[in-house]
């Protein structure tokens, strides 16, 4: 835990993501958890250590739909095999892509990353 005590600068990252799972929501919470006085205070501080937010853009704008809702929107009927499938497997993967590379960029530019959000897939 020594390398905490030496940050000198934090980067919060939002990860506004979703598409991995079948409910919306936690794309909403980069942005929510931003948009909190407390956060906003924290970011405008006069701090030992200067934080700033940067937003990730996910891989497309399809990113955060879920394939059975718009399934079921356009009357498509999955089969056992799809509704089993990793969701928007291409979208996660190209989303956690980006994300891994903001991420490195933060640490090579001096930065202790923090990540919010994002659906765990």
Do not use: C
């Not at 937003?55 to 399809?62: C, F, L, M, N, Y």
């Amino acid at each position: 835990m020594n390398h905490i005590r030496n940050v000198k600068k934090v980067k919060v990252l939002g990860y506004p993501f979703a598409g991995g799972q079948r409910r919306s929501g936690v794309e909403l919470t980069p942005s929510w958890l931003q948009n909190q006085e407390w956060f906003k205070k924290l970011a405008t501080s006069n701090t030992s250590v200067p934080i700033e937010y940067e937003e990730i853009a996910v891989s497309s704008s399809a990113s955060n739909q879920y394939h059975f809702d718009l399934a079921q929107a356009n009357g498509v009927e999955l089969t056992a095999a799809e509704k089993l499938d990793a969701r928007n497997i291409k979208n996660v993967i190209k989303s956690s892509q980006q994300l891994r590379n903001q991420t490195f960029k933060a640490l090579k530019e001096g930065y202790y990353p923090i990540v919010l959000g994002g659906d765990h897939s």
